[in-house]
Nanobody, 119 residues
Framework: QVHLVESGGGLAQAGGSLRLSCAIS????????VGWFRQTPGKVREFVAR????????LYADSAKGRFTISMDNAKNTVYLQMNSLKPEDTASYYC????????????WGQGTQVTVSS
């Protein structure tokens, strides 16, 4: 079983930065992608960014392009989401998730970390 723990959330001012971390442990299978998603109350969870386990194949939502950067430290089994130029609309709970090779969706999720951006 895989275990994901997010950290790094908190309060930031508009225009500021935060770096989220997703520590991955306990896996016994090959990971295809690691993704970041976010959700606010009453809204559907939305995709933010993803990265291939080899560190390539990055993809960003339009809302994240040019402001967020996803990266990976394979030695630490940790995926990062560097968020710059934060906006109040970035306020959400952020979740990391793992997609196994052969799966069509993300089946393993962390507990989330809250990001609040004040104007």
């Amino acid at each position: 079983q895989v275990h994901l723990v997010e950290s790094g959330g908190g309060l930031a001012q508009a225009g500021g930065s935060l770096r989220l971390s997703c520590a991955i442990s306990g896996r016994a299978f090959s990971i295809l992608n690691v993704g970041w998603f976010r959700q606010t109350p009453g809204k559907v969870r939305e995709f933010v960014a993803r990265i291939g386990w080899s560190g390539n194949n990055q993809l960003y939502a339009d809302s994240a392009k040019g402001r967020f950067t996803i990266s990976m430290d394979n030695a630490k089994n940790t995926v990062y989401l560097q968020m710059n130029s934060l906006k109040p609309e970035d306020t959400a709970s952020y979740y990391c998730a793992v997609q196994r090779e052969g799966d069509g969706q993300y089946l393993y999720w962390g507990q989330g970390t809250q990001v609040t951006v004040s104007s």
